[in-house]
């Protein structure tokens, strides 16, 4: 296959002769910092993390890409940077993102050390710029070879951009069945009303720039893995030679009598939050579920509706997740903002009138009012179009695939949340994970295997929830955890959460305790071993940088 290496070569090259104009900073004395510190300096206006390695000086932009938190409230481990909020990290040497979410690069700055001074120059043009798009090629037509990735979401995209920034020059055609190319999903449920071109990960014009096919609103409803031949939705037939499955879950409907009125919603796309956003204004809200769609839902619409009501199967939110001393403490955050709820219940019918939703029965006999109808009871893969391909799914439905994303079928990878894959820090367990950031590293893997490069995937999950403009963080896997060893109060909403499983720390949560969750999650990367009395001990000090 062709390479990019000499276009990128002549651009360089043409760089280079024109005259650069630079801002440039002395931003500190050449001892000021210690291997391994970091700090944030200003040159020109803009901000710029400064950061001391093996005696050696590097600056790139302060902000991460993702949603421009500031990396100086991060951890530094070696060069890699972690973001404090939501765990992406990036090598302080080049400015490359390593590990997500986010798509973008961090700029990188001109450093000189003189007399002892630390100087750091900026290109004007570079100046108010806190990301950068890593380099790469574009679709070539006398290449012959063809990469369908099925699915819209950010494992697919990260896979083409990845096959891209490797100089991978065939065609790529992204299949998804939603109105819109890839956008900030986790969004949808945490601000409902945010205006489209907001949530769009990458503008229309990127995917034309670098040769990336989008067919939005079609779906593949077949795929014939001998003939290489996926079968779309509008009855077109299309040729690949390597095909990702990366097309996500759907959620659960609810399967009681009612569920089929106006006002009954999932929250799938786009659409669907405008839609509960406008229905929900000045009404009544019920929200069944309490789990992370339910309960940023109910947070959202908790000043926008007229009541809000939430019904949840366990006896407080996220229990079976971050456990009921968390679960009870976001109870009440909502319950302060009149939320209320209706725990350790179930939906039996929903009553309506004129085909349109009036009242939600109970398990326990109560009757609810309502005029919308939020479901959030989690969800369900969308594989139905593998029926007969050949490739392996679980007693889930989940697709299987290895530590490269390989499925049982030559040429067929997987990734994202449709999958199930050996999870490093679990001793390589094969699990299910329905994590934003974890969607972007798999698809890189993917996309690095597909071009024979043998990458693994190493990712440590991280995830974040919103409630009423508080973060909480989550690093690790927790599924089976045997007790939570806290540090601060719960009840003060400031709190670091340890889980314990067979003597060792497997999670940890936090509150307003940053950047713990980032350093927790760095140290399980570095495969080091936190045990219980680590977690017990007043001594934190092996959690700090």
């Not at 407080?316 to 009149?338: A, V, Y």
């Not at 009036?358 to 309502?370: C, H, N, R």
């Not at 927790?478 to 720390?505: C, D, P, S, T």
Request: proline share 3%; glycine share 8%.
């Amino acid at each position: 296959m062709k390479c990019c290496h000499s276009m990128s070569q002549r651009n360089l090259q043409h760089e280079e002769q024109e005259e650069k104009e630079e801002v440039t900073g002395l931003v500190c004395q050449e001892e000021d910092l210690n291997d391994g510190q970091m700090k944030e300096v200003t040159v020109g206006d803009q901000k710029v993390l400064l950061v001391r390695t093996r005696g050696q000086y590097s600056a790139v932009g302060s902000q991460c890409s993702h949603y421009g938190a500031p990396l100086i409230k991060g951890t530094l481990v070696g060069d890699r940077v972690r973001c404090p909020f939501h765990g992406a990290c990036f090598n302080v040497q080049t400015g490359d993102i390593e590990d997500y979410p986010g798509l973008d690069c961090l700029p990188l700055y001109k450093v000189d050390v003189h007399d002892g001074k630390v100087y750091v120059s900026i290109d004007k043009k570079l100046l108010k710029t806190n990301k950068r798009v890593k380099d790469m090629c574009t679709v070539a037509a006398d290449i012959k070879h063809t990469i369908l990735l099925v699915g819209g979401g950010p494992a697919a995209l990260v896979c083409a951009e990845t096959l891209r920034q490797n100089c991978y020059q065939g065609q790529i055609i992204m299949v998804t069945k939603d109105s819109l190319p890839p956008y900030d999903k986790p969004k949808l449920s945490k601000a409902m009303n945010v205006d489209r071109d907001k949530l769009l990960l990458r503008p229309m014009d990127f995917y034309q720039q670098y040769g990336i096919e989008v067919y939005t609103q079609k779906e593949v409803v077949f795929v014939n893995s001998v003939e290489k031949v996926a079968k779309l939705s509008n009855g077109y037939s299309q040729y690949f030679d390597q095909l990702l499955v990366a097309t996500g879950c759907r959620a659960r409907p609810l399967s009681c009598p009612g569920s089929e009125l106006q006002g009954v919603k999932l929250l799938q796309n786009y659409k669907d939050a405008t839609d509960i956003h406008s229905c929900s204004l000045g009404h009544r809200a019920v929200v069944i579920g309490a789990s992370f769609i339910g309960m940023e839902a109910a947070s959202y619409l908790s000043d926008k509706a007229a009541s809000v009501t939430l019904v949840g199967a366990t006896s407080f939110p996220f229990e079976r997740s971050l456990g009921p001393e968390i679960g009870k403490m976001t109870m009440q955050m909502l319950e302060e903002k009149n939320v209320k709820f209706y725990m350790k219940d179930r939906v039996v019918e929903i009553k309506g009138e004129n085909g349109k939703v009036k009242e939600v029965v109970l398990q326990s006999g109560t009757v609810l009012g309502a005029d919308v109808v939020i479901v959030g009871i989690g969800a369900i893969p969308n594989t139905d179009f593998l029926a007969g391909s050949e490739v392996e799914l679980d007693s889930r439905k989940t697709v299987i695939v290895d530590k490269f994303m390989k499925t049982n079928v030559r040429d067929i990878f997987g990734a994202g949340d449709v999958t199930s894959f050996p999870l490093a820090i679990c001793g390589s367990q094969r699990i299910n994970i329905g994590h934003w950031q974890m969607s972007h590293a798999q698809g890189k893997v993917a996309a690095l295997n597909m071009l024979n490069k043998p990458t693994q995937i190493e990712s440590v999950p991280f995830f974040w929830t919103v409630l009423l403009g508080k973060s909480i963080r989550y690093t690790g896997y927790g599924e089976g955890y045997e007790e939570i060893i806290f540090k601060g109060k719960v009840e003060e909403r400031k709190f670091l959460a340890f889980y314990i499983r067979e003597g060792q720390v497997v999670a940890a949560a936090s509150l307003m305790f940053d950047p713990a969750v980032a350093r927790l999650a760095d140290l399980m990367a570095s495969g080091q071993t936190i045990t219980k009395s680590q977690a017990e001990s007043d001594d934190l000090s092996w959690l700090q940088m």
